[in-house]
């Protein structure tokens, strides 16, 4: 399993900006094996995918809520992962986690089942306020 650490998170006002990033260390692959999922809950809510990416098939996926102001992307020589997040709405706020699997690849289905990911940060607390 790879150990995950999540950073990027704070405060910010309506319309701003925060870069998450997650570093990856330890597992057995290098990390272009593994599909990395960008997830968040928000308190009283189900924890939710946002976004994943896979090297191999230079595939990534965005749900609904976050295409056209959200990007994730991966740099395998650092083993991080990174979520840029523009045009921050309230209802973006949550911990954001990052979970990586290397049985699966991006896809829609992936993303919307964390309980396929066997490894998982500590999460990161994003807080959209004015």
């Known amino acids: 399993q790879l150990q995950l650490v999540e950073s990027g998170g704070g405060l910010v006002q309506p319309g701003g900006s925060l870069r998450l990033s997650c570093a990856a260390s330890?597992?057995?692959?290098?990390?272009?094996?593994?599909?990395i999922g960008w997830f968040r809950q928000a308190p009283g809510k189900e924890r939710e995918g946002v976004s994943c990416?896979?090297?191999?098939?230079?595939?990534?996926y965005y749900v609904d809520s976050v295409k056209g102001r959200f990007t994730i992307s991966r740099d395998n020589a650092k083993k991080t992962v990174y979520l840029q997040m523009n045009g921050l709405e309230a209802e973006d706020t949550a911990i954001y986690y990052c979970a990586a699997d290397s049985d699966y690849y991006c896809t829609p289905y992936v993303i919307n089942h964390p309980s396929l990911f066997d490894s998982w940060g500590q999460g990161t607390q994003v807080t959209v306020s004015s």
């Open positions: 330890g597992g057995t692959l290098d990390l272009d094996y593994y599909v």
């Open positions: 990416v896979s090297s191999r098939e230079a595939s990534t």
